[in-house]
């Protein structure tokens, strides 16, 4: 159930504006990958563009090429809908949905498909998502209270569970432990090694230490000046990365000395 | 709604077939776009079917429209009728409408200020032939002893000048009635502006020593002067074109100056009061004038859009 | 936004040596009061001189008060607090001048709607009931007979056709404003006309659909759903813009959750957004109906006069509560003897205002019973 993704050539433009230039990576089938940089350096830009959520943001597009075990997510004839029930994300804040319970919110991919699901495989389904997402002890006795009732933590927990009760081959998670405290923060990071026995998993994270806690490789991307585009610098295992990165923007911004 | 039921197969591809739904989506998007277009076919057909129903007016020769002057003599008077009445409505309802709008969101202690709010809401709430026979019934009658006095002390003014009516069914009546339909209104999107002044140009001004008054003079009326005025536009079309208070109230006559006799009339009361009664060249007469009524409320209309249009950048970026 | 300090007399210290203590130049407790006090006084003395009545007194004694209490502060605190004060009295004087009418227009309605508010009133129609009828009644050999129950009906329907064509079109336009059209030029414009409409007399409503029905099934064409058609066009735009703005405070992270989760954008609309934003869209509707129901110019053109019961849209006659009452008022059944007209036109008026109050609060309590549980963050 875990796939690997090579990215070729991959340009992103907001309208005319060329955001992210020219980016090329393969990444692993399970493990952790991070994306670090600076604000506004594409990272995040680029997260979306591999299960095509930029195309929900008006005036973004992606030239180049995506590849899920070899095919590639902008052929023709591609749904962007199959590709994202493919590719599950979370997102920076937590967001379920507030007029759903927690149990609904879990089985929201599914039944906002309206896919048929018997009584029993929905229990399960919940059960086995929310443990994945460690929150099943905390939530077990209220699965019908409204989701957004938890902790922010919580939250992000559940919004993890409703990702994997998709069942997809990747994860991404746009800063999903920036607006938590540090111990919910743990849970997650706890949870994101978990992740990596079935998924792959890639992280865009603001937190250097976060990056080399939790990453098998780690990838820098930087932005010359406003109006440049962003690119990606460096790309190698995590530990290379921190510890004698080769492009001296990655020394620096690992070291602290700029961003 | 559950029209798609996909496999329960494990995804296999992206390139499978396109999971049901597909088609959902273009049907309900195109069912969005088609109601959008209605409402702007709508709108042109209003625009079209009324000018084909009031196309014979424009064609008749002067003698047969009523008057025997011809349309525009027929319509100038009705104009005038309708402008007056709105005008008196809004030198009444404007400044009451501003100042009860900063007791709301100024004076009021906080707990009165609400039910209050409420209150104005339940002004607007209240149909307008409510309005129209408590008008003909009530105050009519109570504002004679007004018009009476006003004939002898200030008949020197055209607009008071005698003999007063002694029903009190006169446009000035009417105008007063619009005047407390009109007022929540402006009650209410002043006092939505109002509050929406920032709280630091307020503490600033107060922390100078300013009274009240001059904070409210300093900081929320510059701050609210664009939405004051839109309001008191959006009042004036409202005003312009309402049917019942007038139809209602004013004991209709010919144009004059004095607002205390009976005479005037407005366009909306002039259809409401003919058209049930009218055939052939006299309801395409009273289309046409509802015609005349539908472009002059446009104009303004877009005039207050317009205005809000302009300053809604400003007020955002606070 | 603005220049603060060029345009602040208040900044300069006042001419005067500095006060010497914080509390002088305050005006002792009892002086307002005690001018209020003095203008009732002065106030009924005044009018009792030109011909004493309350109305009268009231407004004496109003401006009497505003303009002593402002020369009064202003001699002890200064013109600035002055100006202060007379704003202040002014603001409380408008807001009294507001309730005024209202207070006056619900009394005028309870007190004479409640002696006609009976089972009479309820359910019978004005079928067979003549200026005779009225006479007799008036007279004291027979109760005032007669009711509103045929204009109940034709309220009744008319407003269920136009909330059943209105709804839709407006909820789908607003839709296609917030999730589909992204500002382009076809959503602007939408948006605009939708404006354009809102401005959009009663009467010319009614005189639209009086002049479609006209061309299609010839002049004087009345029958309920034609007035229906004139309410549609009061209420899509109301429905438009309140859908609008509660569709837009839907959160994007929400649309982008279900997105993410592989969901269809019709099936997002309709399972997440739109239910995230029902309790706002459903009162915005109820608020809308409460308006048209009360409308009555434009039923005068379209829907005509009847005095029986009508339950058919689309054939004959219509009487609805709002031109129920318009008539009663302006022909009264018994043109000698108006007071059982004016009687039924009360009773209906309060009927009418009761149905309208209702709408308002029911849209109330939806709005705060199925507001989402915001998140706790």
């Given at each position: 159930m875990s796939k690997r993704i090579d990215v070729d050539n991959l340009n992103v433009y907001y309208g005319d504006f060329l955001a992210v230039e020219d980016v090329k990576m393969g990444i692993d089938a399970r493990s952790v990958t991070a994306f670090i940089g600076p604000s506004g350096c594409g990272k995040s830009t680029f997260l979306r563009t591999l299960n095509r959520m930029h195309e929900v943001i008006p005036g973004a597009r992606a030239e180049g090429q995506v590849l899920l075990d070899g095919e590639d997510l902008y052929g023709p004839g591609v749904d962007p809908v199959v590709v994202r029930s493919m590719i599950g994300m979370v997102f920076q804040r937590p967001n379920p949905f507030p007029t759903m319970s927690i149990r609904d919110n879990v089985l929201a991919g599914v039944k906002l498909n309206s896919k048929r699901i018997s009584r029993g495989d929905a229990d399960a389904l919940v059960e086995s998502s929310l443990q994945g997402a460690n929150l099943w002890n905390e939530v077990k006795d209220r699965l019908d209270k409204p989701g957004s009732g938890l902790s922010g933590g919580q939250q992000q927990r559940l919004c993890i569970a409703r990702a994997i009760a998709v069942k997809p081959d990747v994860i991404l998670m746009d800063e999903p432990a920036s607006a938590l405290d540090p111990i919910s923060t743990l849970a997650i990071e706890d949870l994101i090694n978990e992740l990596k026995q079935d998924y792959t998993v890639v992280i865009v994270t603001h937190n250097m230490q976060q990056a080399s806690r939790i990453s098998d490789r780690t990838a820098f991307f930087n932005i010359q000046g406003t109006g440049k585009p962003g690119k990606l610098i460096e790309y190698g295992p995590t530990s290379e990365i921190f510890s004698n990165p080769k492009q001296q923007q990655t020394e620096d911004y690992v070291s602290g000395r700029f961003g | 709604m559950s029209t798609t039921v996909t496999t329960k197969e494990p995804a296999s591809g992206i390139r499978r077939a396109a999971a049901g739904g597909q088609a959902g989506d273009s049907v309900f998007s195109a069912l969005s776009l088609g109601a959008g277009v209605l409402i702007l076919a709508v709108l042109a057909a209003v625009a079209v079917f009324l000018s084909l129903q009031a196309l014979p007016t424009f064609r008749a020769p002067a003698e047969e429209i009523s008057g025997g002057a011809g349309f525009f003599s027929y319509i100038w008077p009705l104009v005038i009728g309708t402008v007056v009445?709105?005008?008196?409505a809004l030198v009444i309802a404007t400044p009451l409408g501003i100042l009860v709008a900063l007791y709301i969101s100024h004076y009021a202690p906080a707990r009165i200020a609400k039910p209050v709010g409420y209150i104005i809401d339940l002004l607007a709430a209240i149909p307008s032939v409510v309005y129209g026979a408590w008008g003909t019934t009530v105050l009519a009658s109570s504002l004679v002893p007004f018009y009476t006095w006003a004939a002898e002390h200030l008949g020197f003014i055209p607009i008071f000048s005698g003999p007063?009516?002694?029903?009190?069914?006169t446009m000035f009546t009417a105008g007063i009635v619009l005047a407390i339909m009109v007022l929540p209104i402006i009650t209410a999107m002043s006092r939505e502006i109002f509050i929406q002044t920032p709280k630091l140009h307020e503490e600033a001004a107060l922390a100078l020593g300013a009274t009240r008054w001059e904070m409210i003079r300093m900081t929320v009326l510059p701050f609210a002067r664009p939405g004051i005025i839109s309001s008191v536009m959006l009042a004036l079309g409202r005003a312009l074109g309402e049917t019942m208070a007038v139809a209602l109230v004013l004991s209709s006559g010919p144009l004059m100056a004095s607002l205390?006799?009976?005479?005037?009339?407005?366009?909306?009361?002039?259809?409401?009061?003919?058209?049930?009664?009218?055939?052939?060249?006299?309801l395409s007469e009273l289309i046409a004038a509802g015609l005349i009524l539908f472009l002059i409320t446009l104009v303004v209309n877009m005039i207050a859009r317009a205005i809000i249009a302009r300053y809604k950048e400003f007020s955002g970026a606070n | 936004m603005f220049n603060t300090a060029s345009s602040a007399p208040v900044a300069t210290p006042s001419s005067g040596a500095r006060k010497a203590r914080l509390t002088s130049n305050q005006r002792p407790k009892w002086l307002v009061p005690a001018v209020g006090v003095a203008s009732i006084v002065v106030g009924a003395a005044l009018s009792a001189l030109v011909g004493f009545n309350v109305a009268l007194w009231a407004v004496f004694a109003a401006v009497l008060f505003l303009v002593a209490a402002t020369l009064a502060v202003s001699l002890v605190e200064g013109p600035r607090n002055g100006a202060d004060s007379l704003v202040t009295y002014l603001v409380y004087t408008a807001f009294v001048l507001a309730v005024v009418p209202l207070i006056s227009v619900i009394w005028t309605v309870l007190a004479n709607g409640l002696p006609g508010l009976n089972a009479n009133l309820l359910l019978t129609s004005m079928n067979g009931v003549t200026g005779a009828t009225d006479n007799a009644a008036v007279a004291g050999e027979a109760p005032v007979l007669g009711g509103a129950y045929h204009a109940i009906v034709g309220t009744v329907s008319i407003t269920f056709w136009a909330t059943l064509m209105s709804v839709p079109i407006g909820l789908l336009t607003a839709i296609y404003l917030v999730e589909y059209s992204k500002g382009a030029w076809l959503g602007r414009s939408i948006t605009f006309f939708v404006d354009v409409m809102t401005g959009i007399p009663s009467i010319v409503a009614g005189l639209f659909a009086a002049a479609l029905f006209g061309l299609l099934f010839g002049p004087s064409t009345r029958f309920g759903f034609v007035a229906a058609v004139a309410l549609t066009v009061l209420m899509i735009p109301t429905v438009v813009k309140n859908t609008e703005e509660m569709l837009k405070i839907v959160p994007n992270e929400l649309r982008e959750a279900s997105y993410a989760l592989g969901v269809r954008k019709w099936r997002t609309i309709t399972k997440v957004v739109i239910p995230t934003a029902i309790?706002?869209?459903?009162?915005?509707?109820?608020l809308a109906i409460a308006r048209v129901i009360g409308e009555t110019a434009p039923l005068l053109v379209t829907a005509g006069f009847a005095t029986s019961i009508n339950w058919n849209s689309f054939s004959g006659w219509m009487t609805t509560l709002p031109t129920y009452i318009y008539y009663q008022i302006l022909t009264p059944t018994s043109p000698t003897n108006p007071d059982p007209s004016l009687q039924r036109a009360w009773a209906a008026a309060l009927i009418l205002i009761v149905i309208v109050?209702?709408?308002?609060?029911?849209?109330?309590?939806?709005?705060?019973?199925?507001?989402?549980?915001?998140?706790?963050?």
């Open positions: - | 009445a709105a005008l008196i007063a009516s002694q029903t009190g069914k205390i006799q009976s005479g005037n009339q407005t366009i909306a009361a002039e259809i409401a009061l003919n058209f049930p009664e009218a055939y052939g060249l006299r | 309790s706002g869209i459903a009162s915005g509707v109820t109050m209702l709408l308002n609060l029911i849209a109330r309590l939806v709005a705060r019973a199925f507001a989402p549980k915001t998140a706790g963050r």
